[in-house]
């Protein structure tokens, strides 16, 4: 439902603002800011991409939870799609995933809104050939099942101490 609201509400807003600002300041100078988004935007996610890379291999290296270095670089991509897709609302929204500030909150919103139940780094060469990683709680042993006493009046012999002959 969310995302049929966003195909429709988006591109109305985006017209409108064409509208206005077109009304306002006139055809090419409105089609120039346009153009000239795209091209800042480019630049700025292209520095911004590099510098997330950057972290993310960082994490990588030091072997640190890449959730976050893995949000910002997904939301910059977000921000390059937007900022190439003409309109004034779009290209506020890229421009303001390239702030770092808001990516952090937007990250701690989300993560906020998400449970992780596991997380897990290695390469997998720590489990023993052949073995299955699911293998790792096994514990092998050997049981003996203990029946019940017929004659529960008299006690076990099993909490007795050492017998002396």
């Known amino acids: 439902m969310y995302l049929f609201l966003a195909f429709?509400?988006?591109?109305?807003?985006e017209i409108a603002l064409f509208i206005q600002v077109g009304g306002l300041i006139?055809?090419?100078p409105t089609l120039a800011i346009v153009v000239l988004t795209a091209i800042l935007g480019t630049a700025l996610v292209r520095t911004q991409g590099r510098m997330a890379l950057a972290n993310l291999q960082r994490s990588f290296a030091e072997l640190d939870?890449?959730?976050e270095p893995l949000a910002h670089g997904?939301?910059?991509?977000l921000s390059g799609a937007l900022l190439l897709t003409p309109g004034f609302f779009t290209d506020a929204i890229g421009f303001a995933l390239l702030v770092p500030g808001i990516r952090v909150a937007v990250f701690r919103y989300?993560?906020?809104?998400?449970?992780v139940t596991q997380f897990q780094m290695g390469t997998g060469a720590q489990f023993r050939t052949g073995a299955s990683p699911f293998d790792e709680d096994v514990i092998d042993g050997e049981f003996t099942e203990v029946r019940p006493r017929q004659n529960p009046s008299k006690p076990s012999k099993w909490v007795e101490g050492p017998h002396q002959h």
């Open 26 to 28: 006139g055809l090419w």
């Open 8 to 13: 429709l509400l988006v591109p109305i807003i």
């Open 74 to 77: 997904a939301m910059i991509l």
């Open 110 to 115: 989300l993560k906020s809104k998400v449970k």
């Open 65 to 67: 939870d890449p959730t």
